[in-house]
C-alpha cells in the first residue's frame, strides 16, 4: 500500500526551529520527486519546497528561502523539511506530496503535520 506518513509538527515559539519527516512506504521514493505543501487556516494549499529525484536539486518558495531546507534519504525512504527562524505566518498543516516528474500533477498525499508558532 501506497503511504506517505508526515510527523515532527508541534506548538513552538517564533524564532525556533522544527524538522518535519515524511515516511514513504510502498514505493521507491527515489523515483519520484517530492514535495512539500502546506494549507494554512482559511486558506488554499501553497507550494512550499520540491526536490528531484537524486536530491541535488531544490526548489523553495520565496519567502521560505534561506529559512527551509528539504532533502531527502533513499536509505531510509524518508522525507525532511528542516524548518528554521520558525514565524507566525508559518503556521499550517503541512504535508508532504510525489510526483513522477516535476511537470506532472500530485498523485499521493499525506495527512498532514500541523505546525502552529505562537509566542
Known amino acids: 500500500q501506497v503511504q506517505l506518513v508526515e510527523s515532527g509538527g508541534g506548538l513552538v515559539q517564533p524564532g525556533r526551529s522544527l524538522r518535519l519527516s515524511c515516511a514513504a512506504s510502498?514505493?521507491?521514493?527515489?523515483?519520484?520527486?517530492m514535495y512539500w505543501v502546506r494549507q494554512a487556516p482559511g486558506k488554499g494549499l501553497e507550494w512550499v519546497s520540491g526536490?528531484?529525484?537524486?536530491?541535488?536539486?531544490?526548489y523553495y518558495l520565496d519567502s521560505v528561502k534561506g529559512r527551509f531546507t528539504i532533502s531527502r534519504d533513499h536509505a531510509k525512504n524518508m522525507l525532511y523539511l528542516e524548518i528554521n527562524s520558525l514565524k507566525t505566518e508559518d503556521t499550517a498543516l503541512y504535508f508532504c506530496?510525489?510526483?513522477?516528474?516535476?511537470?506532472?500533477?500530485?498523485?499521493?498525499w499525506g495527512q498532514g503535520t500541523q505546525v502552529t508558532v505562537s509566542s
Open positions: 506530496a510525489r510526483k513522477v516528474e516535476w511537470y506532472a500533477g500530485y498523485d499521493q
Open positions: 510502498g514505493f521507491t521514493l527515489s523515483t519520484y520527486w
Open positions: 526536490i528531484n529525484f537524486r536530491g541535488d536539486n531544490t
